[in-house]
Structure formats: structure tokens, C-alpha cells
């Protein structure tokens, strides 16, 4: 079993709605949870980090974070196809090492 | 501000050759990864960087790999005796802390093996 599991799509929606990405865990040791956007033929870029369990808010852009459910997931409302990319999530144990979803390709259409 | 840069930006090589890729981390970072990311994959964790400390090579799958970094900033991936299930984005990050939140990663070294 992977450590991080995220559903790898295509997941394709229409300009204005909501998407939501998730991804599932299985070592309840991991502490921090990010989320990186990656353009085609380009690094990932981090969105927004997470600390234990909750909610965080930046923009159009919400994490959600349940560690009793060993379950992330990234709300995008208002997706615009300036979203369209591949959405990877992330956790840290401790220290330095992070354990990477394999990402979810998102189009968003006009 | 620059951000991380890599060298080159694809690399095709033959069976057998080795090779280098490069990393300029952004000024000032002290921590440096390397991760390699192949089709269909997650990002794959290959080597750690702090600064003067000794790295952590955890991940590096086999002897051929091996990574430097020279002054605490240039970073060096080396492949030795490249297979073609080497061909991969080969990713490096950087982080102004020890931790591995917020790393930021160049555009990555294309490498295919013919």
C-alpha cells in the first residue's frame, strides 16, 4: 500500500464550478499537508499548507484536513481554466522528507 | 527574485553514458532536494540537503546515483551507467528552513535514455 493515495483523474469540469480534490494516508504520523499545483512541463508550485487537522482558507482555494479519517482534500470554488493543471498533494512526517500523491489532473472548460 | 534554475532543461543520452544534471537553489536556502518524478508517479524523494550537514541519500534507488552540493548552494545529480528506466523529470527543490514545508522547485531536467 502507498503511503498517499490520490485519485489521478482526468477530472474535467465546466468554468464556475466547484471542484474537489482529495487524496487518503495511511501513517497517522504525518503532521503537515500541502497541496502543489503543476503546470504542464513546469515544478510544482506549493498552494497552501495545512498543520493537523482543519480548515484553511486562501482565496478561492480551501484545504480541509481530517486526521481521524486519514483524509485531505483541496476545494477550489469558482474554477476558472487559468486552474487547469495537476493538482498534487503532500504530507511530511517529521524532519524533511515529504510523500507525494501521484496528482489529479484538473481542466477546467470555458 | 530568482528562483531555483536547472540544467539542462532536457537531456537525451544513451544506454550505458552518464550523466550530470544541475540545480542553482534560491540565494540563501539551505536545505536542497532532489526528487524524480516518471510517468504516472508521485514525486519520488531522491536526496536531502542541510546545510553542512552530511545529506541523507534515503532514497537514492541504486549506487549509480549520487548527488553533491559544493559551498552550500550548486547542487550536482549524478547517473552513472544510465538505463532507460532512469528516464524521468528529475526535480530539485529548495527551503530557507530545515523543514520540508515550503520547498520550491525549479522546472525540472527532462532525461530520457535511448
Known amino acids: 500500500q502507498k503511503e498517499v493515495e490520490q485519485d489521478p483523474g482526468p477530472l474535467s469540469v465546466p468554468e464556475g464550478a466547484i471542484v474537489s480534490l482529495n487524496c487518503t494516508y495511511s501513517n497517522s504520523a504525518f503532521q503537515y499537508f500541502m497541496w502543489y499545483r503543476q503546470y504542464s512541463r513546469k515544478g510544482p508550485e506549493l498552494l497552501m499548507y495545512t498543520y493537523s487537522s482543519g480548515n484553511k482558507e486562501d482565496g478561492r482555494f480551501t484545504a480541509q484536513v481530517d486526521k481521524s479519517s486519514k483524509y485531505i482534500s483541496l476545494f477550489i470554488r469558482d474554477s476558472q481554466p487559468s486552474d487547469s493543471a495537476t493538482y498534487l498533494c503532500?504530507?511530511?512526517?517529521?524532519?524533511?522528507?515529504?510523500?507525494f500523491g501521484t496528482g489529479t489532473r484538473l481542466t477546467v472548460i470555458p | 527574485g530568482a528562483g531555483v534554475s536547472q540544467s539542462p532543461s532536457n537531456k537525451v543520452t544513451e544506454k550505458g553514458k552518464d550523466v550530470e544534471l544541475r540545480c542553482d537553489p534560491i540565494?540563501?536556502?539551505?536545505?536542497l532536494y532532489w526528487y524524480r518524478q516518471s510517468l504516472g508517479q508521485g514525486l519520488e524523494f531522491l536526496i536531502y540537503f542541510q546545510g553542512n550537514s552530511a545529506p541523507d541519500k534515503s532514497g537514492l534507488p541504486s549506487d549509480r546515483f549520487s548527488a553533491e552540493r559544493t559551498g552550500g548552494s550548486v547542487s550536482t545529480l549524478t547517473i552513472q551507467r544510465t538505463q532507460q528506466e532512469d528516464s524521468a523529470v528529475y526535480l530539485c527543490?529548495?527551503?530557507?528552513?530545515?523543514?520540508?514545508?515550503?520547498?520550491?522547485f525549479g522546472p525540472g531536467t527532462r532525461l530520457t535514455v535511448t
Open positions: 527543490a529548495s527551503s530557507s528552513t530545515g523543514g520540508g514545508v515550503e520547498q520550491y
Open positions: 540565494s540563501g536556502h539551505t536545505a
Open positions: 503532500a504530507m511530511e512526517l517529521y524532519g524533511n522528507n515529504l510523500f
